[in-house]
């Protein structure tokens, strides 16, 4: 069974600034896709990023950067120039790509406070 | 209109009552989900279904039921409600040509359990 862990239940940073949220998993797993949903007061699971285990490049997108450390078994996220909207929950996830379900593995979450 | 549709937004309901949620898509999505959020646990799965014959237990199924009435419907029940299963419940759904990348969540079931 895969697990998700999210060390940092709750972070805060200055608005523009940048913040770095840590994720770290365990599968015995080769295939499998990794993601950071951002859950903003809305409740509403909205999918910020993802990444493919066989892809060594970083997935990227705008302001919203991952590092996947595959040997380590690491997926931080890394938010630049941080903005009001971001503060929300954020999930990092897992799904074993060879499975057929795709169920999705949550962590527990780190919520995130942007300060003006 | 939403992709995921999840009825009713919010519910209170009494201990001991048979409550159920219902989700329906618009996505054309085979694979259908339940999953429970709790302040501090993450989502969780309850329930999934690859179509309307094949439904599997998830990591929490104790305490719940479920339905594919058609491709597009997926209802969860509670058959004696208990407060412990306050929580937000999602629904989502995914497919085999996109995989993982389709998933789609509704915007949740707030179930208090008083």
């Known amino acids: 069974a895969q697990t998700v862990t999210q060390s940092q239940p709750e972070m805060s940073v200055q608005e523009a600034e940048t913040v770095t949220l840590s994720c770290t998993y365990d599968?015995?797993?080769?295939?499998?896709?990794l993601f950071w949903y951002k859950q903003p007061p809305s409740r509403q699971m909205i999918l910020v990023i993802r990444q493919e285990a066989y892809k060594q490049q970083n997935a990227t997108e705008n302001r919203f950067s991952v590092n996947f450390q595959k040997a380590a078994k690491s997926f931080s996220l890394k938010i630049s120039d941080s903005q009001l909207g971001d503060t929300a929950m954020y999930f990092c996830?897992?799904?074993?790509?060879?499975?057929?379900?795709?169920?999705?593995?949550f962590g527990k979450g780190t919520k995130l406070s942007v300060i003006p | 209109d939403a992709d995921v549709t999840q009825t009713p937004r919010n519910r209170i309901t009494k201990t001991g009552k048979r409550i159920m949620l219902e989700c329906s898509q618009t996505k054309g999505h085979d694979r259908m989900y339940w999953y429970r959020q709790d302040p501090g646990l993450g989502l969780r799965l309850i329930y999934y279904?690859?179509?309307?014959?094949?439904?599997n237990k998830g990591e929490i199924s104790d305490g719940y039921s479920v339905s594919r009435q058609a491709q597009a419907k997926f209802s969860l029940s509670l058959e004696s409600a208990i407060p412990n299963q306050t929580a937000l419940y999602f629904c989502?759904?995914?497919?085999?040509?996109?995989?993982?990348?389709?998933?789609?969540f509704g915007s949740g079931t707030r179930l208090t359990v008083v």
């Open positions: 989502a759904t995914s497919d085999s040509v996109t995989g993982p990348y389709g998933y789609t």
């Open positions: 996830a897992f799904v074993d790509s060879g499975a057929g379900s795709y169920q999705l593995t």
């Open positions: 279904s690859f179509d309307v014959k094949d439904i």
């Open positions: 599968t015995s797993e080769n295939n499998y896709y």
